[in-house]
């Protein structure tokens, strides 16, 4: 007993020694404990003094490059991961810390590279596996990413990051099943990843499952109130629902938490122009009128918004509105035969019948099926005293058209015609 005592004594002494020795070790050591926190300015703080009192500790540059990596400073970073490199070509971590950066930057070869130089010096590193298999994926190598983020899963079952970038990758791949599969095990494995919801819940939409896409939704906004992104998906999926009230709240929220997101104001848009038309059929003019308006503010080169607003014009009788916002439409989409036959549907209610002949006969050209165009041009030549091209109109109306209340209307015209022969 006595001699075990004193190899435990001469091991403390030993330890001791070494920690009065190198005392850098231990700036390390708090570094590191900041960074666990994400303190990132204490944290370089401690290892700058490491470095200032053992200059060739490896471990201390590479380290302080993963601080400054927290802070978005790459440049800094890599210098730092550079330098331990050069002091250990072994150090594992500082090549897998810079593969980190490169990545963000989008340099993917470069950070294959690194991640190649990991797996050599440790090939049980799940976590470089796993990285690298990201960065095949952002190169749409998904064999490659897939056979990596296997590999990972295989060295460690609980490595949350694996199975989360295997989820997105079959995602990406539209193999929507897969992915849940995946995303599950993440959610099992950690139940406060916000992402991990929020991606489950995209998928979810994407097969149809619109109330399991909302729960997930729900809960990634749950977890943290103030991240855009769920909110943003849960507008779409309201959107895809017809719920245009809540879609718009969602969307709304979204941009409120990030004011540039052109996408979110794209989607509020056409969330916006949606309910317009939905408001519009119903015959509720102003509230479709005040949602059109929104569309435009939102989106002022949407044509489809100002053919609307011309359409819901004409409904209140405010011609001369009517065509400035068709003219706009036909502008942005000269191609769109609605704002044609609509622009003419105003100049025939300002009786400048020559303008609005030419508008319906150019919705005709641009769509020979565009029944209505002909009826209401038939209707103006009619009026116009050309009782042959009135007829043919009239008829190419009856022949083409599969609304019963418009082909009775034509039939009802042509007879008032004949009558008057």
Not at 7 to 26: E, Q
Not at 224 to 243: A, D, F, M, W
Not at 338 to 358: C, E, M
Request: aromatic share 10%; charged share 25%.
């Amino acid at each position: 007993m006595k001699e075990g005592l004193t190899v435990i004594l001469l091991t403390c002494i030993m330890l001791t020694t070494l920690a009065c020795v190198n005392p850098a070790v231990k700036h390390v050591q708090q570094g590191d404990a900041y960074v666990n926190q994400k303190k990132w300015d204490e944290a370089i703080g401690e290892y700058g003094k490491a470095i200032e009192l053992k200059p060739e500790l490896a471990l201390a540059y590479s380290q302080r490059g993963w601080a400054y990596a927290g802070k978005g400073q790459f440049d800094l970073a890599l210098a730092d991961f550079n330098k331990a490199i050069e002091l250990d070509p072994k150090l594992v971590d500082a090549y897998s810390h810079r593969a980190s950066v490169y990545h963000a930057q989008g340099q993917f070869d470069l950070a294959i590279t690194d991640l190649n130089k990991a797996i050599e010096l440790d090939p049980k590193l799940a976590t470089a596996y796993s990285n690298r298999g990201w960065a095949y994926a952002e190169q749409g190598q998904f064999d490659l990413a897939l056979a990596d983020l296997n590999k990972a899963i295989e060295l460690d079952p609980k490595l949350v990051d694996a199975y989360y970038n295997r989820g997105l990758v079959y995602n990406g791949q539209d193999n929507w099943e897969a992915g849940i599969t995946d995303l599950t095990k993440v959610i099992e494995l950690d139940p406060t990843n916000l992402m991990a919801y929020n991606d489950r819940g995209s998928a979810y939409t994407n097969i149809g499952q619109l109330d399991a896409a909302i729960a997930d939704l729900n809960k990634a906004i749950e977890l943290v109130p103030e991240y855009p992104l769920p909110y943003y998906n849960r507008g779409l999926v309201y959107k895809e629902q017809g719920q245009w009230d809540l879609a718009i709240a969602d969307l709304n929220k979204a941009i409120e938490l990030e004011p540039e997101a052109a996408l979110a104001k794209k989607e509020l848009a056409m969330a916006y122009y949606a309910r317009g038309v939905d408001y519009g059929g119903k015959g509720q003019w102003d509230l479709a009128l005040a949602d059109t308006d929104k569309t435009i503010e939102l989106a002022p080169k949407f044509a489809m918004a100002y053919s609307l607003r011309g359409f819901l014009h004409n409904q209140q009788q405010k011609w001369d509105l009517g065509i400035v916002d068709l003219n706009k439409a036909i502008e942005l989409a000269p191609d769109f035969a609605p704002s044609y036959h609509n622009r003419g549907y105003a100049y025939t209610n300002l009786r400048q019948l020559d303008k609005a002949t030419a508008d319906y006969s150019k919705a005709i050209e641009l769509d020979p099926g565009y029944t209505l165009a002909y009826y209401n041009r038939g209707i103006v030549y009619y009026n116009a005293g050309e009782t042959a091209l009135a007829l043919a109109d009239l008829n190419k109306t009856i022949e083409l058209s599969s609304d019963p209340d418009l082909t009775e209307a034509a039939r009802q015209r042509i007879a008032e015609i004949q009558s008057k022969k």
